[in-house]
Each structure stands twice: as structure tokens, then as C-alpha cells.
């Protein structure tokens, strides 16, 4: 095997039962894998820089794809079920032995990176993977240890991507022909059958969400930012909700877009790139994030490219909802280079509300903030996985993130409500949803009302205005807002049709309490007594 690269670890393959390889190449930076990529026709070059790529029928994540060892070392701490499925350790090593089979004689490319902006916690990684673009995707996503740490960087966990290599659920026991299989026994990640370069990233998260709360460390499916006066503000919320579009606001430095860990010291960044959805994207609403699709170093995931000018498409929905876009920190302004900020201040609960009955921000107490999190309600966007329809559906995802928590909700719920009670953040209920009537009748929340909103409440001017109960929701809605019409604050006033209002929010508070029975077990008396029901 040949070994190509300035900066090849000691540490090499064959830890990782990698052997008989072709070439290997090692933590190649940008231009190369531009090169590397463009010479194997894995993608193709736009105009501004970018480099375009096509992921096939896989253009979003394959939860039923997702497996976890039952290993005797960690079986009692993970939350088995729908969202955490076991495979058996043999099912484990037939997978690995036919995926180093199927890499010998190929080509690898290696990036050895960290996962945590925080030296305390960060986690070496190791990506191998047979494809030159995931090389630079996983160079986007995640941190770069300096030169001088790569000789001998030896990973505390590795990912093995194959993803042009298929999977025989008859033999190999999974559910098709992809797989993303985690040891946390083996400190591996075996992913195959699947080119979505998203399948990476969410690895390794599911991984930290693991092994950080045992840290004291409160894993988080959250964007973050920081102040002109130093207050730290923490989005929580599922992909399509805006964790990216709010938290990128040029009044505000961005620590991170989508992946946070919260510490006895404060908040820090698990990546060091964004992975923002791109479909549509308004150069006016979202000048930060749309300047990222026209420059050297990002990559786009099924995003339209016109063969001849090399021009993009943004709206061209052809391949998927879920175009994508995966670029550096450092490409959007005001960032924070350390990607580590204080005690958060303020917490944003975000929510994409197919019913369109919530209020578009509301304030909550701290049971209330408990109660929300391990309800996790949102609506599922199109696209941003596999098998879903053109219209989004309501969904309850616990901690908003359930795909991706190992352990148990009520592990991750009472981490949040002890550093809240430590640190007396706020904390916010806001809809990004609809407005006016329910998906189909009425229209998506203007992204400026909704950035107005959550500037009035981080700077502390929501704190003084008048708030009303909504009688159902038992959450405070306030009576105005700078820059927002006041009868959007009320989600009563804006719909035409009363009587239909009021018959879906009992709809929508019926859902609440059936899917919150599963955790009443688990949370004081007095966050249960927070929680939503249907009027008598």
C-alpha cells in the first residue's frame, strides 16, 4: 500500500483491520480533494468555486438503516427501541470483514480530525473513506489539528464509509442494503450502501451524545451564538426548523450551527463547518449562508448545476428538498474562531408547526422547558430523510434529536433542567412554522418577524412587555413586539376561521399529552403538571 500525504500518522490502517489497500491518502487539504475529486467524476465544478455532487437515491438520512452493537459493555446504558436498534457483535464483524474486503486494491482517503472545540473534551477521529468529496466534507465538518499533532494522532474513534459497497440483509442481517453500524465497544462506525454524506456527520454526534454526559457534558442538537455583550444563546431544533438561518444573524457572532456540547464552562462547538439545507435559499433573508454557495470549499450536495454556464439552481427541487451545502466555519461573518462561548443566557426551543396553531414565540418556565424538550414537537420537513412525502408531518422528536440519543431522553432532560436551574437561563418557545391556517391553507412565518422576535427576546426587551396565557397552551405569549404586527403574536388572530382553529389546537393538544405519557415515569410531578391537555 502506497501512502500519500504530508502528514501520514504513525498510527496506520491496519489498526482499523484495513490491509492489502491500493493507495491511501492522507488528510489531503482542499485543492487536492477538488482535484482528486474532478479526475474520478465524483463531481463537478461550479461557477464561484463550488463543487457540486449527486448522493443517487439516497439524498437524506436512512434511519431504518441505523444499528447499534449490543455489547455487554454498554448495553444497560443505551435506550433500545424503534430509534436505537441492536445488531449482535457477529453481525458487526461480517459486516466489518466484508467492507475491509471490499476496500482492498481501492483507494482510501483518511482525514484525522477532532470532534469538540474544547481541548477538554474534543474527540480524535478518524474518517476513512473510499470517495475524495467525503474526504473534504469531513475536512468541512469537523476541526483540524495542527500539522505537528497528525504524525502521531492516534483516534479515539473511526468511521469506515464505503458507500458504493452493498449491504445482503439475508446474510449480513440488516434492513436493505445500506448500513450504519456503531460499536462503542470497538470504537467504530461502519457505513456502507449509502453516498448522503450527512450519515458521517450524524455518526459521530450520536457518538458524543453517547460518551459526553458521563463528562458531566449535556450533548445538544442546538446552534449557538454570542452577543455584542457577551451573552450566549443556545437554538435547539430539528433539521428545516432554522437552527442555521437564526443563529447566523450579523448583530451576533455564530459559535456553531447545528451540533453543541454544554459544560461546566459553557457551550462549545462539536464542528468546525456547517451543513446548511439550501433549497430556496434567499439571498436577501439569508445573505450569509447563500454567499457560502458561490465559494471555493463548499460542497453541494444535489444541488441543480446547468452543464454548459456551470450556474446554479437553487430552487430546482429535482433531486431532493434537502440540497445541501457543507463549508467552513470561517465563511460565515462574525463567527467565533475558538467555537466556545459562557453559560447560555437564553435558550430558543425552535418548532416548525404543521398545525400552525402555536404561538410564534412564547416564554417558558422551567418545567415548562423540560416538558418541551423531551417533547421535541416540530414537523419533519420533506426531504431531510428517506422515504418521506412532499408534505411535512407532525412528528415528536425527544430532546430534538432522538435519532441521534443513545441514551435515554429523561439522561439528556435532567442535564438540561440542572444547568437551567444553575445558571437561570431563559428560555423560549418559538414557531418557525405556519401561521394563518395549517400547512396547505397557511403560509410559512416570515424569517424577518421571526428574527425580530428572537432579537427582542435575547436582548432582554420581550422581559418588559405585557404577556398573555394562551388558554390551552399555558405558555405567554407576548401582547407586542419591535418590528412585528401585533396580531401575529396571537395564532387565534390570524386565522380566518375560528371554529377550525380551535378544533385543531385540540387536535394538537391531544397529541401532546398521548405522547408525553411515556416519560411521566421519568420527570418530577411538577414538570408533568406543566405539560399540555386537552381542555375538560
Known sequence: MDNVGKAVSRNGLDQHGLKDLR?????????ALYEETLKRGEGQLAEGGALVVLTGKHTGRSPNDKFIV?????EGDIWWGSVNVAIDEAGFERLHAKLADYLKDRDVFVQDVYAGADPAYRLPVRVVSESAWHSLFTRNMFLQPPESELGGFQPQFTVLHAPFLHADPETDGTNSESFIVVSFARRTVLIGGTVY???IKKSVFSILNYLLPERGVLPMHCSANIGPGGDTAIFFGLSGTGKTTLSADTSRHLIGDDEHGWSAGGVFNFEGGCYAKVIRLDPQAEPEIHATTGRFGTVLENVVIDPITRRLDLDDNRYTENTRASYPLDFIPNVVKSGQGGQPKNI???????FGV???????TPEQA???FLSGYTARVAGTEKGMGAEPSATFSTCFGAPFMPRHPSVYAKMLGDKMAATGANCWLVNTGWTGGA?????????????????AALSGALDRIAAAKHPQFGLLMPEACPDVPAEVLNPRNTWNDKQAYDTTVRDLT???EANFKQFESYVDDDVVAAGIRPAA
Open 358 to 364: 402555536l404561538p410564534p414565540i412564547s416564554k417558558l
Open 23 to 31: 493507495t491511501a491518502y492522507w488528510n489531503l487539504e482542499t485543492a
Open 370 to 372: 423540560m416538558y418541551h
Open 439 to 455: 400547512y396547505g391553507t397557511g403560509e410559512r412565518m416570515k424569517i424577518a418577524y421571526t428574527r425580530s422576535m428572537v432579537r
Open 70 to 74: 449490543r455489547e455487554a459493555e454498554t
Open 197 to 199: 454524506a450527512g450519515e
Open 510 to 512: 391531544q397529541r401532546f
Open 348 to 354: 430558543v426551543m425552535l418548532t416548525a408547526d404543521a
